[in-house]
Each structure stands twice: as C-alpha cells, then as structure tokens.
C-alpha cells in the first residue's frame, strides 16, 4: 500500500491540469492551507462525492490509565472528524452508489 502524499498530489495536477509543477504545488497548498484555516476556525468542509470534514468538542471528562488503573482526567478538546460521502463509501466497497447519494 502506498501512501499519497502531497509531491504525488502536486505531480498529479501538474500532468492532468497542464499547470507548471510550481504553479501545482502552489495550488495544492492554497486549497489545503484554505481547508485547514476553515476547520481551524471551527467550520466544516463538504466535498461533494467524498465527504465532510468537521471540528467537534469533546468536554473534559474522567479516564483510566490502563496500565495501572489510576483515574486521570482528560481536559476538553476539540477533534477533526471525517464523513465519508455515501459515493466514497460505495468505491471503497466496489459497488455502485444508490441514486440520490450526492453527499
């Protein structure tokens, strides 16, 4: 299994889009520097066909050390959480979406 990272992402602009390889990078970072700030700032990102990103907090609760079993607690927080669109999910299943999954 391969992992995608941002160079693969950028080189798959540039030889699908026509742009310059700087002109690519630049664009993959400005799109991902654009979906960060918006999760930072505490809202969601849909992307129709693949899925929702969101930023949800969790409040300050009692946990367990496992290893000993002393109570610790664990403060609030917030955590980004991704959605799967119902297209996404049916790929990764290999099946066909039904109609009407657009998420």
Not at 46 to 56: A, D
């Given at each position: 299994m391969q992992t995608i990272t941002r160079a693969h992402l950028a080189e798959t602009i540039y030889t699908q889009v026509g742009l310059?390889?700087?002109?690519?990078a630049d664009l993959l970072e400005?799109?991902?520097?654009?979906i960060a700030s918006t999760l930072e700032a505490g809202e969601s990102v849909?992307?129709?066909?693949?899925?929702?990103?969101?930023?949800?907090q969790k409040g300050r609760r009692i946990g367990r050390n496992?290893?000993?079993g002393v109570e610790v607690p664990i403060l609030p927080r917030r955590v980004l959480v991704f959605r799967p669109s119902h297209v996404l999910k049916a790929r990764v299943n290999g099946t066909t979406p039904t109609v009407g999954d657009d998420e």
């Open positions: 310059s390889r700087n002109e690519s400005t799109v991902l520097e654009r849909k992307i129709s066909g693949f899925g929702t990103f969101s930023v949800r496992p290893k000993t």
